[in-house]
């Protein structure tokens, strides 16, 4: 489904809208209403990504990351309902290409029931990002989204959710004159500039057990649908994804990770019906000392699609310290 210019929920008002709402949860952060806790959690890294901008000709950078997040959690005396809300901000420094950040806000609100082992969650994030490399990419962003947990015995947990995200994009796009996508490396071609807004569907499964109190294992099914304003940009997606934890004197965390997703774009691109097929895989190990977290991650993933100039490799390293009060 295309959606047209005209359709554009208030994007004139996306900014404002994330302003005030990290406002309001900044007053209620520093306000005396009861809450069980106050997180606050300072990261500081390093690393070194082979592939910035995600394109067959990489580019390769080291980078700084600085990431810190609050959060508050209330109705602390009720066994009726849970509360938290967040605010966070990440920049992540490049060193031979343009920067990048984002600041988000949140809250959620859970309602146990039958002692726990039914948990239905309720959520709203919004999200800025800018990039200041590929500044088509910059958006502001509005989640809505519900969660059920169920947990039928100990070991095992059922997880479901669904989000509903727009996104709207700071920036013009280039576009041919008929309204197609127009890459923004071609040239000599008719073209336009427009405005893009994305609708992205989501809905996930989640199996979560517990081998041991040492080792947890996850299986979470994926299916997103985008809808956006560049009819190229939208597509149905489907994707699985296993992941392991196991934790060692509550000192000692090491997880890994494998994913798979499939996507089918609904447009055709230069003659050439688009699905892309990634793979992921990832890893960590962190180290606890007192209320520090020494942590090593690498990501690595590779992206197969059917245009040449979508297909990408990409290996992420990452080495810091975060601290949690």
Known sequence: MKFQRQQRVVPENSNYILIRLLAILVVIFFSEVRAAATDLSIELAGGHDDNVTRSPTPTSSMFSLYHTDLSRYFFSDSPLIEGKGYVGAKYQDYFNVKDNYQIYTGASLAIPLAEGRFVPDFFYEGTIFRDMEQSADSMNEHCLGGRFEWLPYARLTVEI???????????????????????????????QTDLRDDYL???????????????????????????????????????????????????????????????????????????????????????????????????????????SEESYTNMVTLCGVSRSF
């Not at 080792?215 to 489907?238: M, Q, V």
């Not at 990770?257 to 892309?276: A, E, F, H, M, P």
């Open 161 to 191: 959710q669904q989000t509903w995200c727009w996104q709207d994009y700071r920036n013009k796009v280039d576009v041919l004159a008929d309204g197609e996508y127009k890459n923004m490396k071609e040239e000599d071609s008719q073209h």
């Open 201 to 307: 569907y989501s809905t996930g499964f989640l199996f979560r057990y517990n081998f041991t109190p040492e080792t947890d294992a996850e299986l979470l099914f994926t299916h997103d649908r985008r809808s956006s304003s560049i009819a190229e940009e939208s597509y149905i997606k489907n994707g699985v994804m296993f992941s392991l934890l196991w934790e060692s004197l509550n000192i000692w965390y090491i997880s890994g990770t494998v994913s798979w997703d499939k996507s089918v774009y609904n447009d055709v691109t230069d003659g050439i019906d688009r699905q892309d097929t990634a793979w992921n895989i990832g890893g960590g190990i962190s180290r606890l000392v007192r209320q520090y977290e020494l942590f090593f991650r690498v990501n690595w993933t590779h992206n197969n699609s059917s245009l």
